[in-house]
């Protein structure tokens, strides 16, 4: 049995993404990136709590610690998650289209390959909004960490949302397509500018402008 993508040792996972498999690929790296960014946002939570000065956010950095924790367990797991949705797919793929269950073969493989690169979508949604929640109540000292993570956070989200449409580009006729495409450019539409202005308030700040 092969070993799980988020189990392996980052070269070993490097070396796997840079091979001729097909996974881990796109959506892989979008997960392990927005991971990434939950691991910086808790670091920077971890190393504020209980500084004098931040006392009066004590709760506000136990919940957030809880939330990015949860959020790098999820996104380091979606890595396998979007591997296996990705095989049935590839089967589809090598079918006979002319076989007369190939359609919905199609639709339901294409469907269900889309659902991990879609709660990617969402989990790095929910991080930047921690991350916005995090700048007024995080150590100065940190705040490049949070910033960094924000630019990762809006990356792994846009990566994500490629892999949604690549997924359902065939599925144009298909409503249930259609209206995850729709959700997914709704997310990225909203959050993506939010992410990119965060990073880039506190990149000005570092840079002292």
């Known amino acids: 049995m092969a070993e799980p993508f988020e189990k392996m040792t980052v070269e070993a996972l490097a070396a796997q993404l840079a091979s001729a498999s097909p996974t881990p690929g796109g959506g892989g790296a979008a ?3 927005g991971a990434l960014a939950a691991s ?7 190393l504020t709590a209980g500084k004098k000065k931040f006392l009066p956010f004590e709760e506000d950095h136990r919940q957030i610690i809880v939330a990015c924790d949860v959020l790098r367990v999820d996104l380091l797991g979606l890595m396998d998650a979007d591997a296996a949705g990705f095989a049935p797919l590839a089967q589809v793929y090598a079918m006979d289209r002319s076989l007369p ?24 949604r929910d991080m930047v909004v921690l ?3 995090l700048r007024g109540k995080c150590s100065p000292l940190l705040l490049s960490d949070v910033g960094c993570a924000a630019a990762l956070a809006g990356a792994a989200m846009e990566c994500a949302a490629i892999n949604v449409w690549v997924n359902t580009r065939t599925l144009s006729e ?3 397509a259609r209206a995850l495409k729709e959700r997914t ?6 959050f993506g500018p939010r992410a990119a202005a ?6 000005d700040e570092m840079k002292g402008e």
């Not at 910086?40 to 971890?46: C, E, I, K, P, V």
């Not at 269950?101 to 790095?124: G, H, I, K, N, S």
């Not at 450019?185 to 909203?190: D, G, H, L, N, W």
């Open 31 to 33: 997960a392990l990136c």
């Open 40 to 46: 910086l946002g808790a670091m920077a939570t971890r």
């Open 101 to 124: 269950y190939y359609r919905e073969r199609l639709r339901q493989a294409t469907l269900d390959a889309a659902a991990a690169p879609y709660a990617m979508v969402e989990r790095c």
């Open 131 to 133: 991350l916005e929640e």
């Open 174 to 176: 298909d409503d249930e």
């Open 185 to 190: 450019a709704a997310i990225v539409a909203e």
């Open 198 to 203: 965060l990073a880039k308030q506190i990149a």
